[in-house]
């Protein structure tokens, strides 16, 4: 497999998720700015809409979106409990939770912040609404270590992504004290400090 990622950007969640996973795969970047891959080509060739994640199977098929993503490759292995079994309320959970980050908190919340030509107005605006969802956050996490209770599942991966920008773009989550813990009890995971470590996050 290879997954097509951009560093820091939200395909750091399959990043980790193919660490957690122990499956073989290839990290190929694809600069969202650049679209340029490293030997050269053109990755909007690979990926039209241009953007990442991407997932490359061996078979050559190609599948998009980080939530999509993530729960393929939990599928493949089950043992491993990155996500729930299908059929079950916990599965559904699972995906109210990576709908709701990708919805509420990656496009709805943090996008608009990243981009220079949003007024200010606009970010402000977008800011507080943010910091509201995250503070619902807080409250679901308390007395749990992850979001879905005492197991670390794919969707734990995309949440502590995107909480991790909160840095670069003026929203400050310290006062949340179960998301705090919640970032450094993921990000200290083997897995994720080793997805770090291979897109240069980590010194």
């Known amino acids: 497999m290879k997954l097509y990622y ?11 998720v193919l660490h957690e996973s122990g499956l073989p ?20 060739a690979i990926n039209p809409l ?3 994640p991407l997932l490359e199977l061996d078979d050559g098929q190609r599948l998009r979106e ?49 981009n220079p030509a949003m007024p200010d107005a606009v970010k402000d605006a977008t800011r507080t609404r943010l910091l509201q969802r995250l503070q619902w956050v807080d409250g679901e996490l308390a007395g749990r ?3 879905l209770g005492d197991t670390f599942s794919v969707a734990d991966a995309y949440l502590f992504v995107v909480a991790g920008w909160g840095k670069y773009v003026g929203v400050d989550i310290a006062p949340l004290q179960n ?25």
């Not at 951009?6 to 990043?15: K, T, V």
């Not at 496009?107 to 608009?112: E, N």
Request: charged fraction near 15%.
């Open 6 to 16: 951009s560093p820091g950007a939200c395909s750091l969640s399959p990043h980790i």
């Open 25 to 44: 795969f290839e990290a190929v970047p694809a600069p969202t700015k650049t679209k340029k891959l490293p030997d050269g080509r053109d990755y909007t």
């Open 50 to 52: 241009g953007y990442v």
């Open 66 to 114: 980080g939530p999509a993503i993530v729960q393929y490759v939990a599928d493949q292995v089950p043992a491993k409990q990155l996500a729930p079994a299908w059929g079950t309320m916990a599965r559904y959970r699972l995906i109210e939770w990576l709908n709701f980050t990708a919805t509420e908190l990656h496009k709805g919340g943090f996008s608009p912040l990243f």
């Open 145 to 147: 270590p992850y979001v």
């Open 179 to 203: 998301l705090t813990a919640f970032v450094a009890r993921v990000g200290a995971r083997p897995a994720v400090q080793a997805a770090l470590r291979a897109e240069g996050l980590l010194k």
